[in-house]
């Protein structure tokens, strides 16, 4: 039976990648894979915090927006 493919980690949200990234831990640390499949593991959880980390990033990017706005706004009433 052929696996899945798995979906393009740039399509992923924040949830979906910190999920499948979570498992792909736990899996590594159960050990039980081969060389070749724990790289191929390590690789996919590699690109998947990286995912998490650019929306992270995003994230504050807009809430350091948000409150760079909000200051302008409270100086423009003072």
């Known amino acids: ?5 798995l979906p393009d980690v740039a399509d992923l949200s924040y ?3 910190r999920d499948e990234l979570v498992q792909v831990v736990a899996r ?4 039980g ?3 070749e499949g724990s790289l ?3 690789e996919r ?9 650019e929306w992270l990033d995003g994230a504050r ?8 706005a909000g200051r302008e706004n409270a100086g423009d009433e003072a």
């Open 1 to 5: 039976m052929p696996e899945t493919p």
């Open 15 to 17: 949830e979906q990648a």
């Open 40 to 42: 191929a593991l390590w």
């Open 61 to 68: 990017e807009r809430l350091d927006a948000a409150t760079r």
């Open 45 to 53: 959880g590699e690109a998947l915090a990286a995912r998490c980390q």
């Open 28 to 31: 590594l640390e159960a050990g």
């Open 33 to 35: 894979e081969t060389l």
